[in-house]
Nanobody, 124 residues
């Protein structure tokens, strides 16, 4: 499967964006989906994950503001981001894996297929 992330942009603090991850070439429903982000000079960090059966996981920093979802029929994943803050500024990456164990759900090493990033910039 190949992934294409889109939907990034420039938004003011308090605003919203929805990122889209479009998959092609495979059975999207067979994969756990996750979003990570990376700000300049920082390590890539976990944002949210959605396992094949629907369980969701969020970083504490985005819990209550971001929502991860998927439409398996369309082969598409989403990250709805509300109440954005300047600290959310980063390049956002979608990623999938067919076999992610729960203890590794927040680790970038657990995912083996990555899309290109989409830039999100939140101005104060």
């Amino acid at each position: 499967v190949q992934l294409q992330a889109s939907g990034g942009g420039l938004v003011q603090a308090g605003g919203s964006l929805r990122l889209t991850c479009t998959a092609s070439g495979g059975s999207f429903s067979a994969y756990a989906l996750a979003w990570f982000r990376q700000a300049p000079g920082k390590e890539r960090e976990f944002v949210a994950a959605l396992r094949q059966r629907g369980a969701t996981y969020y970083a504490d920093s985005v819990k209550g503001r971001f929502t991860i979802s998927r439409d398996n029929a369309k082969g598409t994943g989403y990250l709805q981001m509300n109440s954005l803050k300047p600290d959310d500024t980063a390049t956002y990456y979608c990623t999938v894996s067919q076999s992610v164990i729960l203890s590794s759900i927040r680790s970038a090493r657990a995912y083996n297929i990555w899309g290109q990033g989409t830039q999100v910039t939140v101005s104060s």
